[in-house]
C-alpha cells in the first residue's frame, strides 16, 4: 500500500457557532492551509465522519471545494455537525477510559494534483489521537 503525504502546513485560523440545540451543534471551523509543493492541489467534494472509540459517528463534515496554489495558502471552511451525545461518549471515554483515539472516514471528496492527477479519497481512514490534537492547537 502506497501513502501518499502531501507537503502543507495547516493551523486552525477559528471557530464559529452556528446553532445549537439539544441534539446537534452546527459550527463553521476556518483552517488555514500552506501548500508547500511545487504544483497546484485541489480539493473537491470532501466529506467525512468523525467516529469514537465506540465506533459512534460524533461529527459530520462537508468542506468547500479549494483550490491552493504552489507555495501559497488559503483559508478553508469545513462545515460540522456535532451530535451531542456521541461527543459526550468520547469527553467521557477520554477521561475515565483513557481511550483517546478516534477515526476520520472520509465519505467522499478527491485530491488533484497539477489539477489533471485526480486521487479518490472516498472511503478512507485516518486515526487521531486527541492528545496529538491538544498539543497542536496549543503550539
Known amino acids: 500500500?502506497?501513502?501518499l503525504k502531501v507537503p502543507?502546513?495547516?493551523n486552525l485560523a477559528g471557530i464559529e457557532l452556528e446553532k445549537f440545540e439539544w441534539d446537534a451543534t452546527n459550527v463553521n471551523v476556518i483552517i488555514?492551509?500552506?501548500?508547500?509543493?511545487?504544483?497546484?492541489m485541489i480539493l473537491e467534494d470532501v466529506?467525512?465522519?468523525l467516529i469514537n472509540s465506540r465506533n459512534e459517528k460524533f461529527?459530520?463534515?462537508?468542506?468547500?471545494?479549494i483550490a491552493i496554489k504552489s507555495h501559497s495558502s488559503s483559508?478553508?471552511?469545513i462545515n460540522v455537525i456535532f451530535y451531542n451525545k456521541e461527543v459526550s461518549n468520547l469527553i467521557s471515554d477520554f477521561i475515565n477510559l483513557k481511550k483517546s483515539v478516534f477515526k476520520i472516514h472520509v465519505i467522499n471528496g478527491k485530491l488533484k494534483l497539477f489539477s489533471l492527477l485526480p486521487i479518490n479519497l472516498s472511503n478512507?481512514?485516518?486515526?487521531f489521537n486527541?492528545?496529538?490534537?491538544?498539543?497542536?492547537?496549543m503550539k
Open 32 to 40: 488555514n492551509i500552506k501548500n508547500n509543493a511545487p504544483i497546484k
Open 59 to 65: 461529527a459530520y463534515c462537508v468542506s468547500e471545494n
Open 124 to 127: 478512507k481512514n485516518k486515526s
Open 1 to 3: 500500500m502506497y501513502i
Open 8 to 10: 502543507i502546513d495547516y
Open 47 to 49: 466529506e467525512f465522519n
Open 130 to 137: 486527541i492528545l496529538d490534537m491538544i498539543k497542536l492547537l
Open 75 to 77: 483559508n478553508i471552511n
